[in-house]
Structures are given as C-alpha cells and as structure tokens.
C-alpha cells in the first residue's frame, strides 16, 4: 500500500509539499495540472516539471487526479474522437514521465455535487454536505453559483468558473443521453485509450459518481458495485479499473461496500478512504475518517481492501476544516492529515493480523 495526499499544484493548493512530507508514512503526492480545461492535451514538458517539484520535496508523483474526459467523449457527439486523441496525448505525456495511474471520472456536467461546502458539525468543525430537497429546489446554474461564492475563491474540482458560463450549453449536450447511451459512450472511451494505456502500462481507475444517483435529470451511470462491474467486463482489460472511493460509494446507505471490494479485486486501481454520516433519505454529510464519526465502517473496508490483494495507492478523501485552517473545501491539510494517521492505523492492524493469520 502506497499512502498519498492529493495536492492541486502551486497556484491552486495552499498546502505546500514540505508539509505533505510530514505526515507519516505519505510517500506520494497525487497531482494533477489544475489549470488545463479538458479536452486540452496535457505537454509532457508539464508533467515533468510537475514531477521534479514534486520529487524535490521528496515525495513521488503516484498518480494524476483527474485527467477529465470532455463532455463531448461523455455525451457522444460526434467530434469525440477528436477529443479522444487529445486524452490519448495526454496519456502519452504522462507514460513518458513514467506516470501509470490515472483517476478519471464519467459523470454529466458536474462533478461531485454538494448542497453546503461549510456545514457546522456539533464539534464546530465545518464540512461538505448534500440534501436532495435542496438540490431540487435549485436549478442548476444558481447550484454552481452558490458553490463558486462559498468556495472562498478556491477553484473546486470540476466547479470551474469557465464552465459555470456554459452550464445551460452543457445541458442541452445530454439531452437524447441516458444510461444506457452514457454507458455505450464510456465503453467507447476506454476501449480507444487502451492500447495507449498498455504501451506505458497505465493504470486507468474511474471515480464513482458522488453523490451515486442522478443529479439535475443528468444521467449518472458509475453508482455502485454491479454497475462498475458491468463496465470492467466490457472492457476487460487489467489495466481498465476502478478508484475505490468508499464515501461516494457510501454516500447510498444501502451500499455494501466490503462486498464491493470483493467483487472488484484485482481491478481496484486506487482507494480513496473517508467515512460519511447519513442524515436521513437523500441527505449525508461528510465526517472525520474515524468509523466511530460516521455510518461506515472504516475497518470492515480498510480489511476487505487488504483482502483483495490491494497494493496500491491509497488516499483520505476530503477531511473536515478544523482548527481554523482555512483552505479548499473538504481539501485542508489538517483533517486529511489525521484521516492518514488513523488509516495507517487500520492498515498496520489488518496486514498485521492478515500475517498473523496466514503463518498460523
Ligand atoms: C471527488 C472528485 O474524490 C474526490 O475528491 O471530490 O473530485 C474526484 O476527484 C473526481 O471525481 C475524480 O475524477
Ligand atoms: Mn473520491
């Protein structure tokens, strides 16, 4: 297991490296290039840069979050092959730099959808949360708005401003898509950039869709363990897998997510950790990573990962603000920072036992 901190770059991640490299057992830095839109071509001389710095404080480049897919790739339309291409060179850039985890996700639009970036928790900590009867009784361009105006002129992830200017545009793209055409258009996407993918051995992981049902009649189709199934057999590749992100998968209080896991060892690529609290039907807000602050397990999955063979990189996902930090959104260092010292916790544990367990 390769435990890392997802970092936005400079210019975006008030978080600088050093501090990274002072949690314990961080080893990798998840980055990204924050400033390109998607669909541009990602130069290589970029993602070397991005590496060295990253090298320089003396962590690894593990992994890219995200590469995003353009809404002509998701919607179908038919310059998708062009933007296609483009993805294409931009995992040739990064397979040159020796980059071979890429985490992407499919949804419409939007990427993760919160009704409340600072919702105040009973300990005074601040965190993201979602209401169903709050996102339906907006549309969508006051939604992205409001989440621009509480984001404390930080740049969210998948909430950029120049996307805002086209929401309605977006919209009108998805209009004859629905699952099963959305799903049909994934398909499409993988099967193009796996040859690329083989040449460098790269590591595709597509993120769930957060929260994992349908937003704004968008249609969402990567919501749980058969339907991430589903798509890694019709493209059944080793290298087409999945980011095991076990909050957006859990923000259903129905999902099963050890189940999850098992069903889809092998093919998890990448683990995003964090636990959720459920608050009622369609509702959830976000909590410490301990299992005791939320409705998830957080050892029941840190033991079914390690029991699927898991061996790769593992991130806590967004963390409570606390201690008056004040940064991105659900991405401050401090929580995030004890989310690992506790996940490195469950991990000793379980790889200890498992040990115990096989030389017994
Ligand atoms: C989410 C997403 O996991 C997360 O932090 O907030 O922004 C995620 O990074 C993307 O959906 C992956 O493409
Ligand atoms: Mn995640």
Same mark, same amino acid.
């Given at each position: ?12 991640? $008030?978080?600088?490296? %050093?501090? =990274?490299? #002072? ?6 830095? =998840?980055?990204?290039?924050?400033? +390109? ?22 962590? /690894? ?28 060179? *931009?995992?040739?850039? +990064? ?14 639009? @939007? ?17 993201? &949360?979602?209401? #169903? ?15 621009? %105006? ?5 740049? +969210? ?7 805002? %200017?086209?929401?309605?545009?977006? @919209? ?6 629905? /699952? ?8 499409? @996407? ?14 595709? &992981? =597509? ?6 049902? $349908? ?18 057999? &019709? ?10 992100? *076990? ?5 259903? &209080? ?29 509702? @959830? ?9 939320? *409705?998830?397990?957080?050892?029941? =999955? ?5 029991? *699927? ?52």
């Amino acid at each position: 297991m390769k435990m890392c901190f997802r970092w936005f770059g400079p210019g975006f991640d $008030p978080i600088p490296l %050093a501090h =990274i490299r #002072q949690i314990p057992g961080v080893r990798g830095v =998840i980055g990204t290039l924050y400033d +390109l839109p998607a669909g541009a071509p990602w130069p290589r001389d970029r993602v070397r840069a991005l590496r060295e710095q990253v090298e320089a404080a003396g962590l /690894e480049l593990s992994g890219i979050e995200s590469v995003n897919v353009h809404d002509a790739i998701k919607a179908g339309l038919p310059e998708r092959d062009r933007y296609i291409e483009a993805y294409i060179a *931009s995992l040739k850039a +990064l397979g040159e730099e020796d980059v071979d985890l890429v985490c992407y996700n499919f949804m419409p639009v @939007f990427d993760w959808t919160r009704s409340d970036l600072a919702k105040p928790r009973e300990d005074g900590a601040t965190v993201l &949360a979602y209401d #169903q009867a709050a996102v339906d009784a907006v549309d969508p361009e006051a939604a992205f708005a409001a989440v621009e %105006a509480a984001s404390g002129g930080f740049t +969210l992830p998948g909430w950029e401003p120049e996307r805002l %200017a086209r929401v309605r545009e977006l @919209f009108e793209l998805y209009r004859e898509v629905d /699952e099963e055409r959305l799903l049909e258009n994934l398909i499409y @996407f993988a099967k193009a950039i796996m040859p690329t993918c083989a040449r460098y051995g790269i590591r595709m &992981a =597509i993120h769930p869709d957060d929260p994992a049902w $349908p937003v704004f009649g968008l249609p969402r189709i990567v919501t749980g363990g058969e339907r991430m199934l589903r798509f890694l057999k &019709a493209v059944d590749d080793p290298l087409n897998g999945v980011t095991l992100c *076990s909050g957006s998968l859990g923000s259903r &209080a129905d999902a099963d997510i050890p189940g999850i896991i098992a069903s889809l060892a092998g093919r998890i690529h990448f683990a995003h950790l964090r636990n959720v609290r459920h608050t009622g039907p369609g509702r @959830f807000e976000e909590a410490a990573h301990l299992s005791g602050d939320g *409705s998830l397990d957080m050892y029941a =999955i840190v033991k079914a990962l390690y029991e *699927s063979g898991f061996d790769g990189a593992i991130r806590p996902d967004h963390g409570r603000m606390i201690w008056g930090e004040r940064g991105m959104p659900g991405y401050g260092l401090y929580d995030r920072a004890l989310g690992i010292a506790y996940l490195n916790g469950l991990w000793e544990a379980v790889e200890k036992e498992g040990r115990n367990g096989r030389s017994a």
